[in-house]
């Protein structure tokens, strides 16, 4: 692949999934600001956490059963096995319902016990972990299933944009918002949302004489599921504890400012977020046909695009963050400025990395990757730990920092001594010297 080629594919690529994120992003923040205003800080703390546990339980329910259903429902299909891949639609949705209901005790647990929640919210954060997990899933078997830009959009875009929608309209009918109610909405914009993908997953799913999936098969994709599921869920986890945590062990106003801060900050983490789904398909590429000069361009241009853009997004929050704030969500979360800046800080730290993972990935080194994540969420773990005792969201911000740190020179340091390449903004330094 010339450098050309590559370049051309790469901004393409680029401005396609960008412009689902940056609407998806933008949809986010807003549902962000109006569950702020209509909750209060109190409130917004309430449901903060318990999407939290949304989030973690439904990441748990769905993470490897979304990674092996893109991957073998693109390889059924390519294959023209479409029995197969009915068979394998069919089981990821019943593992994923069982597993989904599990997780749906754990957080409805967490919510009433744990958070003192009322029961009604109690039950609506065990009803959104089981039908996001769902969501989850279809979106990741419309992926494979050729329905990339849709596959990425409903979760990313869809859900919010419908989200924001109903807020509105429950503001206008209802007035005040209650965090139990902001639950039940948030519940039924994924009920809204998977009509839209559903009519693509039974064409899939119900294949005549499709049968059902022999024993060996259920081994396969448990196996497979589970193995490629444990990094999504360990990051998975290093997202959503610290404010699982800031909303058991401190106060519920200090999860309100917590998660206004992480509200702001994903803004800084947005490059990234996009390079990740870019980059692996086309490392994986480079990589099989043994083009190392292409790899190393590959980095070269992950680098840039992960960390020049973060840290210009980073410069603006650090400056008029604490306007921002005020702004969007009101002059009582002004209070969140020093939480928001340390938030930015992690996501300047973990961009350092570049396309490290996706070059660890292209090169088998899978469980690299899922011993950095595991050594980032130890060590954001034992700082979370001791930051309880201080009791500010503040300091559990700094153990992210700290975690995401630990992650980013793990990574980098991995990259360049297995795979021989250097995933760092350095190396545009060194070839702009050497030319």
């Not at 340390?342 to 990395?353: D, F, K, L, N, R």
Request: hydrophobic share 60%.
């Amino acid at each position: 692949m010339s450098a050309r080629s590559l370049r051309q594919d790469f901004l393409r690529a680029l401005g396609g999934s960008a412009g689902v994120y940056l609407f998806g992003t933008a949809m986010a923040f807003l549902v962000g600001v109006q569950l702020a205003r209509g909750l209060g800080v109190a409130g917004y703390g309430l449901y903060g956490s318990a999407m939290a546990a949304v989030s973690l339980g439904s990441t748990f329910a769905s993470g490897g059963l979304q990674l092996h259903a893109t991957r073998d429902l693109a390889a059924y299909r390519a294959r023209g096995e479409h029995e197969g891949a009915a068979r394998l639609v069919g089981w990821s949705l019943r593992h994923v319902l069982m597993l989904g209901a599990a997780a749906a005790l754990a957080a409805g647990s967490y919510v009433w016990w744990g958070l003192g929640g009322a029961p009604g919210l109690a039950a609506a954060t065990m009803a959104a972990t089981v039908v996001m997990a769902v969501l989850i899933l279809v979106g990741a078997i419309l992926r494979g299933a050729d329905g990339l830009v849709l596959g990425q959009a409903l979760d990313a875009a869809v859900r919010p944009a419908v989200l924001s929608a109903l807020l509105f309209a429950a503001v206008l009918a209802f007035g005040p918002l209650q965090p139990g109610m902001a639950m039940a909405l948030t519940v039924a914009a994924v009920l809204m949302v998977l009509p839209f993908g559903w009519r693509t997953l039974v064409q899939v799913w119900r294949v005549p004489n499709a049968g059902a999936a022999s024993a060996a098969e259920r081994r396969s994709w448990g196996k497979a599921s589970a193995t490629m599921g444990l990094t999504t869920i360990i990051n998975a986890a290093e997202a959503s504890l610290p404010l699982i945590l800031v909303g058991a062990l401190t106060n519920i106003e200090q999860a309100g400012l917590f998660r206004v801060a992480m509200a702001v900050a994903v803004f800084a983490n947005l490059p990234a977020t996009i390079l990740s789904f870019l980059a692996p398909p086309m490392a994986s590429q480079l990589h099989e046909r043994g083009d190392r000069a292409g790899l190393a361009r590959l980095a070269l241009a992950g680098a840039g695009a992960t960390l020049l853009p973060t840290l210009g997004i980073a410069g603006c929050l650090w400056i008029f963050g604490e306007t921002l704030l005020a702004l969007a969500f009101g002059s009582d979360y002004r209070a969140a400025a020093p939480i928001m800046s340390v938030m930015v800080g992690a996501s300047v730290a973990g961009s350092m990395a570049g396309i490290s993972i996706s070059l660890l990935h292209a090169g088998r080194q899978d469980a690299v990757v899922t011993r950095a994540c595991a050594v980032s969420l130890a060590v954001t773990c034992t700082g979370l730990g001791i930051a309880a005792f201080d009791g500010r969201a503040v300091a559990i911000a700094v153990a992210v920092l700290i975690g995401m740190t630990a992650r980013m020179l793990f990574l980098t340091i991995s990259t360049r001594r297995l795979i021989g390449i250097d995933p760092t903004i350095l190396a545009i330094f060194r070839a702009s010297a050497a030319q």
